[in-house]
């Protein structure tokens, strides 16, 4: 009773705040990792936001600006820079009364005809079909559907323009360091896309090359030369770096393009250039289409090489026209390099292409491996090279699949 008359003791009201400012310690310590839990949480999903905005617009582009899925052509390749051709879209929404829809654009001599599509009245989504192009009196390329299309009908035709009438169509993305963006040019338009939401910035952006079974591709220079580089590449890797106020993150994405072969679209011929090809036994198509400038005289050479068998297979053909017409005159083959093993005279019409696994009358000095038929030709191994010694016309497109 005395005790409590005469209220708490010295000792126990040090105890008493020392247990409250302990307390008070760890409810604060408590709280801060909470705050800041939450404060990275709420970083990270802005990161990951304005990561995946930046790569789809870069990978598809928007209304106005194609992406690099859609390239067709690489011109101009470095760790901080990428710059190609995409595809060129013309629509129609009106009928033109002679049924012919004219290219806006010059094609790249050899690429393939347009993609076409139309959408009919009363339909929902676009059907492809398949075309042939025309030339008019002056020369002007318009495209043929083979059938007349009713009012209303909506045209689309996507192809790949020519960079020696239009170099304003190619489109390059770039890491601007001092402003700490990407900047987006194409057919007259820059643009700094927006790297920036409240306290994240982007920091740095750079560009990876791959080729055929999504190999890396040396653009440097010291392995393959600048127009040899190009064509091997199929596939951009994107590492963009983005950094806020508790976190630092690294993004990558991996997109395939149209540009050669792996996407079905082939490789236009130029002189100099190295393709790898599939050995004898696993390639199943080496075809030349969509002959373009062909003039009576001209020649087509290239060689397929293995430099660790010390082989070398050479083909030689000689072109020519008829009413309007490109035609296979005369092939040659030779293997070795020097020796003529086979000659003959033709009149193949090429409006359809030229099968060159076919192209040898008995198999025997065809690439590629025949049943029945004892080859003389046989490659293997994977370090096998097509080289293009001669290429006159103005453009013809080789597809080369495994």
Do not use: C
């Not at 013309?90 to 829809?101: A, M, T």
């Not at 009413?323 to 040659?332: F, P, T």
């Amino acid at each position: 009773m005395r005790k409590s008359l005469n209220g708490l003791t010295l000792i126990e009201v040090i105890v008493a705040i020392s247990l409250a400012s302990m307390l008070t310690a760890g409810l604060e310590q408590l709280m801060s990792t909470a705050l800041t839990s939450w404060r990275i949480a709420v970083e990270d999903a802005a990161i990951s936001s304005l990561s995946e905005d930046t790569m789809k617009q870069l990978l598809e582009g928007d209304y106005d600006f194609p992406g690099i899925k859609d390239a067709v052509e690489v011109l101009t390749v470095e760790e901080n820079l990428l710059a190609f051709v995409p595809l060129w879209i013309d629509e129609f929404e009106l009928i033109p009364k002679d049924g012919r829809f004219y290219l806006t654009k010059h094609m790249k001599p050899g690429s393939p005809p347009p993609l076409a599509e139309v959408k009919f009245p009363q339909a929902e989504e676009f059907g492809t079909y398949f075309v042939t192009v025309e030339t008019d009196e002056s020369g002007k390329a318009w495209v043929s559907f083979g059938f007349p299309l009713q009012k209303g009908a909506v045209v689309r035709l996507s192809y790949h323009p020519d960079m020696k009438f239009h170099p304003e169509l190619a489109m390059t993305y770039h890491w601007d360091i001092s402003t700490g963006g990407i900047v987006r040019s194409y057919n007259g338009r820059s643009v700094n896309l927006n790297l920036r939401r409240t306290a994240i910035n982007a920091t740095a952006l750079k560009f990876e090359y791959y080729g055929g079974n999504n190999r890396p591709v040396d653009i440097t220079g010291k392995k393959l030369s600048k127009k040899n580089s190009l064509i091997r590449i199929t596939a951009v890797k994107i590492y963009m770096t983005l950094q806020g106020a508790d976190m630092k993150k690294e993004t990558t994405s991996f997109v395939n393009i149209r540009a050669l072969g792996k996407a079905g679209q082939g490789v236009i011929l130029e002189e100099g250039l190295d393709i790898p090809v599939p050995s004898s036994k696993n390639i199943h198509l080496m075809q030349l289409l969509n002959f373009t400038g062909v003039d009576e005289g001209q020649v087509i050479e290239f060689k397929v090489s293995a430099p660790k068998k010390n082989q070398t297979w050479r083909l030689k053909l000689f072109l020519g026209v008829e009413s309007g017409v490109s035609i296979l005159r005369r092939y040659e083959i030779y293997f070795p390099i020097k020796k003529m093993v086979e000659e003959r005279d033709s009149e193949v019409n090429l409006k359809n292409g030229l099968d060159l696994l076919t192209l040898s009358q008995a198999g025997v000095y065809d690439y590629d491996e025949d049943e029945d038929v004892t080859d003389l030709v046989h490659f293997e191994g994977s370090e096998i090279t097509l080289s293009v010694l001669r290429s006159d016309p103005e453009g013809v497109m080789l597809i080369v699949r495994p």
